[in-house]
């Protein structure tokens, strides 16, 4: 082959690829929809690949092109798809037709990574129908409240642990150790102390299995979104095998020790056990495979210990930047605290009603999830975007966002958006509940299955620090706070980092009672 035939033949495939990176980026210009123009194969994702930006600037550049306009456009690399700014919309979508935009896009290629790809986020169709009907009935009030002894021992020991601190320290890093004790004893029947001892196998492979944030991993989960054969050719595989087998290998053990022995626990695990031996009550369906437990028990996992340690770190920097209400807060647990004579139980932490103003008011300020993803199933008409616009027919497989973050701030149903208030919840909590613009966990029947336990696990753990301790802004806390480049989780720039700071005359007492 001649240089001719050689330069031809590399011009012919830089063109392949241009056509193929190109061919679905008109289809938004075509409709009419407002968007950013897209570059080749990168979509409207340049900046965010380059590390210019964070993934929250992206969408907050797209959602602001139209603040009339029900939905905007946006290229996710090569794929067109769709940003609802309507409230009333996204409640359709999200609730009135669940049937037809069941589905979130696959993060991940189950023949490639077998337990990630079985987690319930990813689970479709009847399958997920039926996993989450089954899997509802772990997080009733009453499986909670049974489990919030274990949450408060965890949470006690955490906050004692801070109380003897007195310095800045970053709280990403202290943080995942509650939220990895808190599943171990929660989900797993496994007592481990990472506070005292962060060495410990279980936290060790956790924290492998649980943080998706680098870049590297971001990379590969775009490959399988994108190009899942790619994937499979390549075997990317996500989680590494050696974790894999550890999180199964301990169920099977937990499984095979308490049949043995006769044990009956008081977490998820047994719960699940116990859905196992009651073939019957799910009319012709088959129990559980102990493979489906170890998936499921992993997915509480995987689902909540980086995930609520981000939040929880969230919640304590707006405490620190915004004084006046942790104080206030503080004075709350005071007179909680004096009031039921040094113990709280379940029912009097779910009663405090300006810590839930507070952390409901963190998670609107900012929410763990930027934004939450639908595929339209069968063909869906949209209303026009605009006034005099056309209606846009979403066809099947097609994507749609919700712009969590971006709704939050909107002053359109946010009344001062940039101001954190807790009083907004105070006064006007149930309607900003219903409003269709509040998302902190999803929206809908998809929305976290979790999310009562999650906010027992941070509303106990803040009970009991805030009782001890007051969170301060340090040298190294970044105000305001920035997010790192070039990742789609509110991972802080330069870490979470806060000043503990030990209150005086504290009259913490023994938080801990499940009455």
């Known amino acids: 082959m001649d240089y001719l035939q050689l330069g031809l033949t590399f011009l012919a495939i830089l063109v392949a690829i241009y056509y193929l990176s190109t061919r679905n980026q008109k289809l938004l210009k075509r409709h009419g929809i407002v968007h950013i123009p897209p570059t080749p194969f990168f979509g409207n994702l340049g900046p965010l690949v380059r590390r210019q930006c964070h993934m929250e600037d992206v969408i907050q550049r797209i959602y602001d092109l139209d603040p009339d306009a029900k939905y905007v456009g946006m290229y996710e690399f090569t794929t067109p798809l769709i940003i609802i700014r309507d409230p009333e919309l996204i409640k359709t979508i999200g609730v009135k037709e669940i049937t037809n935009f069941t589905n979130h896009r696959p993060f991940v290629d189950v023949g490639v990574d077998p337990m990630l790809g079985e987690v319930l986020f990813a689970m479709q169709g009847d399958r997920w129908r039926e996993h989450r009907t089954m899997l509802t009935t772990l997080f009733t009030s009453s499986k909670i409240k049974s489990m919030f002894v274990l949450m408060s021992d965890c949470a006690k020991r955490f906050a004692d642990y801070l109380s003897k601190v007195d310095?800045?320290?970053?709280?990403?890093?202290?943080?995942?150790?509650?939220?990895?004790?808190?599943?171990?004893?929660?989900?797993?029947?496994?007592?481990?102390?990472?506070?005292?001892?962060?060495?410990?196998?279980?936290?060790?492979?956790?924290?492998?299995?649980?943080?998706?944030?680098?870049?590297?991993?971001?990379?590969?989960?775009?490959?399988?979104?994108?190009?899942?054969?790619?994937?499979?050719?390549?075997?990317?595989?996500?989680?590494?095998?050696?974790?894999?087998?550890?999180?199964?290998?301990?169920?099977?053990?937990?499984?095979?020790?308490?049949?043995?022995?006769?044990?009956?626990?008081?977490?998820?695990?047994?719960?699940?056990?116990?859905?196992?031996?009651?073939?019957?009550?799910?009319?012709?369906k088959k129990g559980m495979a102990v493979s489906e437990?170890?998936?499921?028990?992993?997915?509480?996992?995987?689902?909540?210990?980086?995930?609520?340690?981000?939040?929880?770190?969230?919640?304590?920097?707006?405490?620190?930047?915004?004084?006046?209400?942790?104080?206030?807060?503080?004075?709350?647990?005071?007179?909680?605290?004096?009031?039921?004579?040094?113990?709280?139980?379940?029912?009097?932490?779910?009663?405090?009603?300006?810590?839930?103003?507070?952390?409901?008011?963190?998670?609107?300020?900012?929410?763990?999830?930027?934004?939450?993803?639908?595929?339209?199933?069968?063909?869906?008409?949209l209303p026009p975007a605009l006034p005099g616009a056309r209606p846009f027919k979403l066809e099947r497989g097609m994507n749609i966002w919700f712009p969590v973050k971006a709704i939050h701030h909107d002053p359109k149903y946010f009344e001062n958006p940039e101001k954190f208030d807790p009083d907004r919840f105070l006064r006007d909590g149930k309607s900003i509940a219903s409003s269709g613009a509040y998302m902190p966990f999803g929206m809908g029947p998809r929305k976290c299955i979790g999310s009562r336990f999650a906010l027992t696990e941070m509303k106990i753990l803040l009970f009991n620090i805030l009782a001890v301790c007051s969170f301060k802004v340090g040298s190294k806390t970044m105000v305001p706070l920035k997010f790192k480049e070039g990742v789609f989780n509110p991972v802080a720039k330069n870490g979470f980092w806060l000043k503990i700071e030990p209150r005086e005359n504290s009259s913490y007492g023994d938080v801990g009672s499940s009455s």
């Open 167 to 284: 310095r800045e320290i970053e709280m990403k890093s202290v943080l995942t150790r509650y939220t990895n004790d808190v599943i171990a004893r929660c989900v797993y029947g496994i007592s481990v102390d990472s506070v005292n001892e962060p060495e410990n196998i279980f936290y060790k492979y956790g924290q492998v299995a649980s943080q998706l944030a680098t870049f590297k991993q971001n990379l590969m989960i775009f490959v399988h979104r994108n190009s899942p054969r790619l994937a499979r050719l390549l075997n990317l595989k996500i989680l590494p095998d050696h974790i894999e087998k550890f999180f199964y290998r301990l169920v099977v053990d937990t499984i095979e020790a308490r049949r043995k022995e006769g044990v009956h626990g008081s977490d998820m695990l047994q719960q699940l056990m116990d859905m196992q031996s009651r073939k019957k009550e799910f009319e012709g």
């Open 293 to 381: 437990i170890a998936n499921h028990a992993f997915s509480f996992f995987f689902g909540s210990v980086d995930t609520m340690a981000t939040q929880i770190s969230l919640i304590a920097h707006m405490l620190a930047v915004n004084p006046d209400v942790q104080q206030r807060l503080q004075e709350e647990i005071d007179e909680v605290l004096s009031a039921s004579e040094e113990q709280a139980g379940y029912d009097v932490i779910q009663e405090m009603k300006y810590l839930d103003a507070v952390m409901s008011e963190a998670m609107r300020y900012h929410p763990i999830l930027l934004f939450v993803d639908r595929v339209c199933g069968e063909t869906f008409e």
